[in-house]
């Protein structure tokens, strides 16, 4: 079994950053893909950004170019740093692993004031 513990998250201005971590526990070894889903009130989980166990990486259009997912293998994290962050990035954010199954994080909240 695989356990994911989230940090980072809070409250910042619009323009400013956040550096979201997720360290991984437990069966490490089973881990394909790691990435960040976020929800925010009254919409749909949407993947934000996702890394693969080779480095492949993947972005939601809209966070393009502002956010920067990466990942430390022999720290079993992945790591999210946004920056230039927006009122519509206001979200709970989660973090996932791919094993046989999705493995979800409990989430962190990211509020971002206009």
């Known amino acids: 079994q695989v356990q994911l513990v989230e940090s980072g998250g809070g409250l910042v201005q619009t323009g400013g950053s956040l550096r979201l971590s997720c360290t991984a526990s437990g069966s490490r070894s089973s881990i394909n893909d790691m990435g960040w889903y976020r929800q925010a009130p009254g919409k749909q989980r949407e993947l934000v950004a996702s890394v693969s166990a080779g480095g492949t990486k993947k972005y939601l259009d809209s966070v393009k170019g502002r956010f920067t997912i990466s990942r430390d293998n022999a720290k079993d994290t992945v790591y999210l740093q946004m920056n230039s962050l927006k009122p519509e990035d206001t979200a709970v954010y989660y973090c996932?692993?791919?094993?046989?199954?999705?493995?979800w994080g409990l989430g962190t909240q990211v509020t971002v004031s206009s």
């Open positions: 996932i692993a791919q094993t046989w199954r999705l493995v």
